[in-house]
């Protein structure tokens, strides 16, 4: 029996004969089609220009169907058709290809892609416009899987921020426009619980607990809410309101007290996580708190040596160190034009700011990442990289600074292929840390990729 590629007999019939041939996807000539080389089915997950042509499970996410198919019925339809000034597939092919992808487009004797290695090291990235997060390998930076998040069918429910508990064995998400909280393991990235938060939307952020056993979770609004949720069994402790527009939550060492921010105002809030008490402590010096729009401090994070806080402040663009010890401001770093996600890189003592609407620094650009010496607190100036640079994760092993490009507006870069939702497809940009420069590679993501986190 003939062997095409490894690929299944029935699918390997219509990749080598039509796909992988001569001119357009085979051995000799992939690097001027997209470098898609279809010739074995190992070749085909090597990835393309833009990332992954077939992610496993996910025909609706794979680019590779889009420009075979000529059939509305059958999805997406993207052009050039392929294969390129031939015939175009027929229905039965275009299906027959789409039914091995959802099937987790296995190779001959059935295995299937990314599925040997429970502690594979991955990446995350919530795509907020369209309600999924998508899986990367670390090794390669390649997508993997898109994971469907949320529960309602009918509408986007914003998945806003994701992380990964301590010991890398599940990750979580949070909402903008439901009020969930949802759990999944990261050996297989299944679904494994969800609790609702208390009543509000705007769910933006949360911290997990050193232990893994506890999330806090923040929503932004006029009337916001701090909740507690038990991570081991899924359900909600507290749900406390009364916050003005808190939004980055940061624990500090004993894990006893939370530091979130004010986005409105100069101060931020300290809460115990009993929640028998909460304050306002200014980050102004020489002015009392206020909510007052005049820093609007925007994220928190614990520093190396977990005595400090770094504060990125959207309003006089730069980044605070706030001693917990003396509740006093010890530096003012300037950043960006309107700096938001903050990341450390451990290994290189450096932090990472992200500022995506910062088209002051770099001239024709939109969007900057500051990089700052934490030893120093002296600042790199800010570099451009992507488009709108909003989440940001640091690859520890490969000195590498993952940046989400959100890419929401129609001056940014022209996607590669279209989105099976609405709006245009973001990308994912690469620093290396090692001398702070941009990375030629780029991959493609779906609709608003927002945040990033990095099961190191």
Excluded at 75 to 80: C, E, F, K, R, V
Aim: aromatic residues 10%; glycine residues 6%.
């Amino acid at each position: 029996m003939a062997n095409y590629g490894n690929y299944p007999n029935e699918v390997g019939k219509i990749i080598s004969l039509k796909c992988a041939t001569s001119g357009c996807h085979n051995d000799k000539s992939y690097k001027a089609a997209s470098s898609l080389n279809l010739t074995t089915w190992n070749d085909l997950f090597k990835g393309t220009n833009s990332g992954s042509a077939v992610i496993p499970f996910r025909s609706d996410f794979s680019s590779l169907c889009y420009f075979i198919n000529t059939y509305p019925e059958l999805g997406l339809i993207n052009s050039p058709t392929m294969p390129l000034n031939k015939s175009a597939l027929t229905k039965e092919e275009v299906k027959t290809i789409k039914d091995w992808i959802d099937a987790g487009a296995p190779d001959i004797n059935g295995e299937i892609k990314w599925s040997n290695d429970p502690n594979r090291k991955k990446a995350y990235v919530v795509n907020q416009g369209c309600d999924v997060v998508t899986v990367l390998d670390s090794e390669t930076q390649l997508p993997i899987r898109y994971i469907t998040v949320g529960n309602k069918n009918n509408s986007v429910e914003v998945p806003h921020m994701i992380k990964v508990s301590p010991d890398g064995k599940y990750w979580y998400v949070v909402f903008i426009a439901t009020n969930l909280i949802q759990k999944f393991r990261c050996s297989d990235d299944s679904f494994v619980g969800e609790t609702t938060l208390g009543p509000n939307y705007d769910w933006n952020t949360l911290v997990i607990s050193d232990n893994g056993k506890r999330a806090y979770c923040v929503s932004w609004t006029s009337n916001g809410r701090i909740a507690s949720v038990n991570l081991e069994n899924m359900t909600l402790k507290y749900s406390v309101p009364g916050f003005n527009y808190p939004h980055g939550i940061a624990l500090n060492a004993t894990n006893d007290t939370m530091y979130v921010t004010a986005q409105t105002g100069n101060f931020i809030f300290k809460i115990d996580t009993a929640f028998s008490g909460a304050e306002q402590i200014s980050i102004d010096p020489g002015f009392l708190a206020s909510s007052i729009s005049k820093l609007d401090a925007h994220e928190i994070f614990l520093s190396p040596d977990k005595q400090s806080f770094y504060i990125s402040c959207q309003k006089t663009n730069d980044l605070r160190v706030f001693d917990i010890a003396t509740r006093q401001i010890t530096d003012i770093i300037p950043t960006g034009y309107y700096p938001q996600e903050i990341a450390v890189c451990y290994s290189l003592n450096k932090m990472y700011v992200s500022s995506p609407y910062d088209s002051v620094s770099v001239a024709g650009q939109k969007g900057t990442i500051t990089e700052i010496d934490i030893a120093t607190f002296i600042a790199k100036p800010p570099l451009s990289v992507g488009y709108m640079p909003h989440g940001i994760g640091v690859d520890e092993s490969k000195k590498i600074l993952y940046v989400a490009s959100r890419n929401l507006f129609i001056d940014g870069p022209t996607p590669h292929h279209s989105s099976v939702c609405s709006g245009r497809n973001g990308f994912l940009n690469f620093i290396d840390l090692t001398n702070f420069s941009v990375l030629s590679k780029r991959i493609e993501l779906s609709v608003d990729p927002y945040s990033v986190f990095i099961r190191n």
